[in-house]
């Protein structure tokens, strides 16, 4: 079981926004940088967010993350279809000493 | 443009030992990287299995620490990871990465590799 928690499903319009949160503890995202994973139907899980905040190169703008405290939260804006997917975040686990990953967000398009 | 592919058998018995290779091109396995296994059970979500330094530093999730060996082929720029004693389970789709040391994310991905364990 995963020690990050996410909501199972968020959903909204094309052209509209959603968040995801993603709520950890003191020994994981209290103490060190948040990623955050988009996985498309059948393929593989691919960069979204680095360092709580930054994206990889040629991922837009609609996408940003934030940090505070234990909880880390990934925002989308603009929905678009092609954003149908899964999304993951990940970080490390002093405790654990090993990485983990949140749950899971199924993100629809409605 | 570093790309990772996973290779091994797609079936393995239950009690046997669960092989997998990932190549890596683009990329010296000498790098500063960990070079690192995830994987997803069907219809789950993602499981941190660990990942090795080329300098030895290696790092397995605890609950398959007993079982979990992964190791590094610089002549062939390529990891492995041996997982024994593996039930149905261990059913996954099996993921290499690369890890950047200290700031906890992964990229890029190998496509994955399903593995099932079954008689």
């Not at chain 2, 030895?56 to 004693?85: E, H, M, W």
């Given at each position: 079981q995963s020690v990050l928690t996410q909501p199972p499903s968020v959903s909204a319009a094309p052209g509209q926004k959603v968040t995801i949160s993603c709520s950890g503890s003191s020994s994981n995202i209290g103490h060190t940088y948040v990623s955050w994973y988009q996985q498309l139907p059948g393929t593989a899980p691919k960069l979204l967010?680095?360092?709580n905040n930054k994206r990889p190169?040629?991922?837009?703008?609609?996408f940003s993350g934030s940090k505070s405290g234990t909880s880390a939260t990934l925002g989308i804006t603009?929905?678009?279809?092609?954003?149908e997917a899964d999304y993951y975040c990940g970080t490390w686990d002093s405790s654990l000493t090993t990485d983990v990953f949140g749950t899971g967000t199924k993100v629809t398009v409605v | 443009q570093v790309q990772l592919q996973e290779s091994g058998p797609g079936l393995v018995k239950p009690s046997e030992t669960l092989s997998l290779t990932c190549a890596v091109s683009g990329?010296?396995?000498?790098?500063?990287?960990y070079w690192a296994w995830i994987r997803q059970p069907p219809g789950q979500g993602l499981e941190c299995i660990g990942g090795m330094h080329h300098n030895g530093a290696t790092y397995y999730t605890p609950s398959l620490k007993s079982r979990v060996s992964i190791s590094i082929d610089t002549s062939k720029n390529q990891f492995s990871l041996k997982l024994t004693s593996?039930?149905?389970?261990?059913t996954a789709v099996y993921y290499c990465a690369i890890r950047i040391p200290n700031l906890n994310w992964f990229d890029p991905w190998g496509q994955g590799t399903l593995v099932t364990v079954s008689s």
């Amino acid at each position: 079981q995963s020690v990050l928690t996410q909501p199972p499903s968020v959903s909204a319009a094309p052209g509209q926004k959603v968040t995801i949160s993603c709520s950890g503890s003191s020994s994981n995202i209290g103490h060190t940088y948040v990623s955050w994973y988009q996985q498309l139907p059948g393929t593989a899980p691919k960069l979204l967010i680095y360092e709580n905040n930054k994206r990889p190169s040629g991922i837009p703008d609609r996408f940003s993350g934030s940090k505070s405290g234990t909880s880390a939260t990934l925002g989308i804006t603009g929905l678009q279809t092609g954003d149908e997917a899964d999304y993951y975040c990940g970080t490390w686990d002093s405790s654990l000493t090993t990485d983990v990953f949140g749950t899971g967000t199924k993100v629809t398009v409605v | 443009q570093v790309q990772l592919q996973e290779s091994g058998p797609g079936l393995v018995k239950p009690s046997e030992t669960l092989s997998l290779t990932c190549a890596v091109s683009g990329y010296s396995i000498s790098s500063d990287f960990y070079w690192a296994w995830i994987r997803q059970p069907p219809g789950q979500g993602l499981e941190c299995i660990g990942g090795m330094h080329h300098n030895g530093a290696t790092y397995y999730t605890p609950s398959l620490k007993s079982r979990v060996s992964i190791s590094i082929d610089t002549s062939k720029n390529q990891f492995s990871l041996k997982l024994t004693s593996v039930t149905a389970a261990d059913t996954a789709v099996y993921y290499c990465a690369i890890r950047i040391p200290n700031l906890n994310w992964f990229d890029p991905w190998g496509q994955g590799t399903l593995v099932t364990v079954s008689s």
